[in-house]
């Protein structure tokens, strides 16, 4: 493959899908104001996780993991943000 080889391809299809799983649950908390049945210990937990990801494939030098850590981690403050301005 030219310009990205097939692994590093591997890692940014399952960055996104990963990624964008996330994005149908975001939009609908933000839609209802409404994240009763989303646990915030699970939140903390995954914010923190996901993270270590990142900081772990910024020493890697790891795009893929540095791009979906980086935009889930976005996500994933910003249903935190929703689930505590609305509790």
């Known amino acids: 493959m030219s310009g990205m080889d097939a692994i590093t391809l ?4 399952a960055g996104a899908l990963t990624t964008v799983a996330y ?3 975001v939009i609908r908390s933000w839609k209802l104001k ?6 915030l210990s699970m939140l903390v937990l995954y914010a ?3 993270s ?3 900081v772990y494939g910024v020493w890697s030098d790891a ?3 540095i791009a979906a850590n980086g935009i889930s981690l976005v996500l994933i403050l910003v ?3 929703i689930k505590l301005r609305y509790r």
Do not use: A, K, N
């Open 10 to 13: 591997v890692g940014f299809i």
């Open 23 to 25: 994005v149908p649950q």
């Open 34 to 39: 409404e994240t009763r049945d989303i646990s």
């Open 48 to 50: 923190i996780g996901v």
């Open 52 to 54: 270590l990801w990142f």
């Open 63 to 65: 795009l893929p993991i």
């Open 79 to 81: 249903l935190l943000g």
